[in-house]
């Protein structure tokens, strides 16, 4: 049906519909990023002191589970405790990473196929009210993943680090990260601290550590943001759509009172008179008819006029009746 197609499919910005589709492209691609570099990072440096030169270890987690160590200067003690450990006993936060994989997946899935509708609805004049509802539905879900993933990074890592460090079996690992008092990356996504470690033939040695979030994490919350403002204004342009396609209600007809009735009124002049015997005017008199003349000579000759009214014959001159003074001429 012509109506229903034409309050179905509507026309929405264009402006708009390229934003949303830059902020869904945006996304996508900072979704891409987020599946394939690190989400979080540590970071150690040991001072010399004594025989020991020194050096620095980095730890990188990623999604997937995948575990990533470097290390500079002096790397046997650092190798020993944390470079090999690194890459075996995360067990539990593997885990964890493993999950956030699954939830990445699905969330580029979503993005894209939201790309794809924001770019189609960009590239045409109108859109119907079904694909925009499509398109926010998938947005909708992407950002909802996407949120659950970065949400169970900082929530769930602290808690899988410290189980995988007391149950590695480990002593040197232990060491190395629980050294300091005070914070640690078991306590807290994000953090740092410095102390005092024991360690091989050296009585002590300052260790400085860091932890935080990585390149990935990060590009997954803009992505979300970027999703967020991509769902606002496609709720606006549907909300809109949905106003404009409403059909209007039909003003109803006003139908105008019906005159009053009309009072009698006077007889102006030039007026027909009333209808004898109305209640305007009362009736005329009466009067008894009145004989026929006897004849006279003169009566072949047009000396008089009789009244029309009463009878009464009036001479010819006479320009009323004597007896009813109906006008005779």
Known sequence: MPGRESQRRQKY????????ALFLITASLLALIALVTPWWSISLTISPSGSYAGGSFTGFLMPGGSAASSCSGDCYGLGRNTGVAWNHWLTATNGLYEGILALMVLVLIAVFFSTFLGLRSATRSTVSRRSLTVLILATFVAMLLLLVAVSLAVADQPGALSSDFYTSGTPNVQEMFFCAS??????????????????????????????GASVGWYAALVSLLLLLFALLLLILSWREMRATAKPSAPM???????????????????????????SAFPPPPSYAPVPPPPPSPYSGTSATVYCPRCGMPNPIVSSSCARCQLPLR
């Open 13 to 20: 910005p264009s402006r708009r519909r390229l934003l949303t």
């Open 252 to 278: 109803p007809a006003v139908v105008p009172p019906p005159p009053p009735p009309r009072a009698p009124t006077e007889i102006s002049t030039g007026q027909l008179p009333p209808v004898q015997g109305s």
């Open 182 to 211: 005070g914070a640690s990356p078991t306590t807290s996504f994000w953090g740092s601290n410095s102390g005092s470690c024991t360690g091989g033939q050296d009585a002590f040695f300052p260790v400085q550590y860091s932890w």
